[in-house]
Nanobody, 115 residues
Framework: QVQLVESGGGLVQPGGSLRLSCAASGSIFRDNTLGWYRQAPGKERELVATVSSRNTTKYADSVKGRFTISREFPKNTVYLQMTGLKPEDTAVYYC?????????WGQGTQVTVSS
């Protein structure tokens, strides 16, 4: 079993920055992918960014150049540095770990971008 605990959400003005953190614990295989997804009200959950255990990253087009995902080895902690935030970035952000085709999710943290 894997547990994911997120932190770092909050309210920020347009153009501001936030950093999300997620710590994974439990039975973690060495080969895994950590990532962030988000879900806005009335919308489906969507991928924001992922980083593999080989440090390969992937971003949604909507956040490229503004968000940076990174992970800390061997703590299995993942970060999402968000800059240039826009109102459309408002959502609940979920941490995800993919291990051998099985997904694990955190409880989510709210990010609200508003003046």
């Amino acid at each position: 079993q894997v547990q994911l605990v997120e932190s770092g959400g909050g309210l920020v003005q347009p153009g501001g920055s936030l950093r999300l953190s997620c710590a994974a614990s439990g039975s973690i295989f060495r080969d895994n992918t950590l990532g962030w997804y988000r879900q806005a009200p009335g919308k489906e959950r969507e991928l924001v960014a992922t980083v593999s255990s080989r440090n390969t990253t992937k971003y949604a087009d909507s956040v490229k150049g503004r968000f940076t995902i990174s992970r800390e080895f061997p703590k299995n902690t993942v970060y999402l540095q968000m800059t240039g935030l826009k109102p459309e970035d408002t959502a609940v952000y979920y941490c995800n770990m993919l291990i051998v085709l099985r997904d694990y999710w955190g409880q989510g943290t709210q990010v609200t971008v508003s003046s």
